[in-house]
């Protein structure tokens, strides 16, 4: 199901393709999913569901360790820097990218909410400016969503129909 063209269409089959998306995505390290986004990987096809379920992991899984017995975050200020920017750069490209929908948008959204400290702490650590690279790419998504909505009105109501569409 996952090397096939076709992105699901009707919504149980986009349930039952986010379910096994985020059961791939929960094995993968932030390396194999920047892989993904970016359209590299050979084996899984690059579509909203498979963004949704990054950003599914990283908004609700929780790990317990020693120093988090409530459970830890996928991010916290005290992972490594680099792990941190690797996490913010694909949220930037997945908020920019054109497959992502306004599911991605409200899923990017939650992120912004549930780590903004984390963001914050990074900045003041490294003398960078995520929040702002990360805030204008979640609104420059929702411009991007717009104008294909947009775009798709004007042209129904023209008349004008897709190829292969009855």
Not at 33 to 59: D, Q, R, S, T
Not at 83 to 91: G, P, Y
Not at 109 to 127: C, H, P, R
């Amino acid at each position: 199901m996952f090397n096939s063209s076709k992105i699901p269409s009707s919504a149980y089959t986009y349930k039952k393709f986010f379910k096994q998306m985020q059961a791939l995505v929960a094995t993968w390290n932030l390396t194999q999913m920047h892989e993904y986004v970016m359209c590299k990987n050979e084996k899984y096809i690059c579509v909203h569901a498979g963004f949704n379920a990054i950003l599914e992991k990283f908004n609700h899984h929780k790990t317990e360790d020693k120093e988090h017995p409530k459970g830890r975050r996928e991010f916290e200020s005290s992972d490594r820097p680099e792990r941190l920017k690797k996490a913010f750069d694909l949220v930037i490209i997945i908020s920019r990218h054109p497959r992502s929908n306004i599911k991605t948008m409200k899923a990017i959204q939650t992120f912004l909410k549930t780590y903004m400290d984390v963001i914050t702490a990074y900045d003041k650590a490294n003398s960078t400016e995520y929040k702002k690279k990360l805030l204008q790419s979640f609104r420059l998504g929702l411009l991007n969503i717009e104008r294909r909505i947009q775009r798709k009105k004007r042209m129904q109501s023209s008349g004008f129909k897709r190829p292969g569409a009855e």
